[in-house]
């Protein structure tokens, strides 16, 4: 039985599936309080849906992407067996994970975008640097960059753990309407930084705090 706080169809707005189509299953309780959180309403709110439901309700989108969001479902223990199911359903899989808990359970085919929290998120101490040597090379890394000190760290994580040769990609995200995007993206080609600049689609298209796109 999972708690999910919502499941819905709508246009992918990151990592490097961003603008496909894609159903979203975001589950019910997170154990960060990151200062930018942008779906703190997903910290209580659900309903018990069994994995029979979870998976016909995605197969009712007829989606081939699925991504599994919160909250932080990795704190479900039915996330696991989930996952299984839609992947021999035939589904591409994402898992947005905070990188705070243990990804090795994750089924090897899962696309996991794993976020690195950075010293403006509050949470920073609570990261699993164990995860970075679980990436597969089809793994995504984020960061979410608040200020100039998030990018430094960001930068000293993805040079010392040599993240621009093993996952298939390292995304920098800037805090929506708190870092401009243009400063962000000068700041990475001045230093040439191996990696992705990250903005939220979704955000662009719809209102930042409409729920369920």
Request: proline share 7%.
């Amino acid at each position: 039985m999972l708690t999910v706080n919502e499941i819905f169809y709508s246009i992918q707005g990151e990592s490097t599936r961003a603008g496909e189509p894609c159903v979203f299953v975001r589950l019910t309780a997170c154990d960060l309080r990151c200062s930018w959180c942008d779906t703190p309403y997903a910290f209580y709110e659900g309903r018990k849906m069994s994995i029979d439901d979870v998976v016909t309700a995605v197969e009712a989108h007829r989606c081939p992407l699925v991504e599994i969001t919160g909250g932080e479902p990795l704190l479900q223990e039915d996330v696991y067996p989930l996952m299984d199911r839609l992947l021999a359903a035939g589904r591409t899989v994402m898992l947005e994970t905070g990188g705070h808990r243990s990804i090795d359970r994750v089924p090897p085919a899962v696309r996991k975008i794993v976020d690195v929290k950075c010293p403006g998120s509050g949470e920073a101490d609570k990261n699993d640097w164990q995860n970075l040597d679980r990436l597969a090379p089809h793994d995504e890394v984020k960061f979410v960059v608040r200020d100039r000190v998030d990018y430094e760290f960001a930068c000293d994580v993805i040079d010392r753990h040599d993240l621009a040769s093993r996952p298939s990609a390292v995304l920098l995200s800037p805090v929506h309407g708190v870092l401009d995007p243009k400063t962000l993206s000068e700041w990475m080609l001045a230093d040439r930084v191996p990696a992705r600049l990250q903005l939220q689609l979704h955000k662009y298209i719809w209102s930042p705090t409409t729920r369920g796109v």
